[in-house]
Nanobody
Framework: QVQLVESGGGLVQAGGSLRLSCAAS????????MGWYRQAPGKEREFVAA????????NYSDSVKGRFTISRDNAKNTMYLQIDSLKLEDTAIYYC???????????WGQGTQVTVSS
């Protein structure tokens, strides 16, 4: 129904930057939120950032606020996560998420690995 494909991960030194992309295709929704989650080795998946379908509302976890920026290009059905001032603790698999308003169903991408080295 919905396909989410992440890209842009990689190996980067601490203090560097990356831009992750999430391309969406398939079924469309009139109201939804899209966001990013991450899962570090041995830890549970955690919320990173999300925005409403029209981009008017964005939320960030405290650990990334001020360093990560979520954005979207609806014409391209693509969401981005600009990651600056990377820290070792940002190492994780980053997952794209789409959550239709009023629906119990979450859609997930396959994830993209971000590894930060010292």
């Amino acid at each position: 129904q919905v396909q989410l494909v992440e890209s842009g991960g990689g190996l980067v030194q601490a203090g560097g930057s990356l831009r992750l992309s999430c391309a969406a295709s398939g079924r469309t929704f009139s109201r939804y939120s899209m966001g990013w989650y991450r899962q570090a080795p041995g830890k549970e998946r955690e919320f990173v950032a999300a925005s409403a379908w029209d981009g008017t509302i964005s939320n960030y976890s405290d650990s990334v606020k001020g360093r990560f920026t979520i954005s979207r290009d609806n014409a391209k059905n693509t969401m981005y996560l600009q990651i600056d001032s990377l820290k070792l603790e940002d190492t994780a698999i980053y997952y794209c998420n789409l959550r239709p308003m009023g629906s119990p169903i979450d859609y997930w991408g396959q994830g993209t690995q971000v590894t930060v080295s010292s």
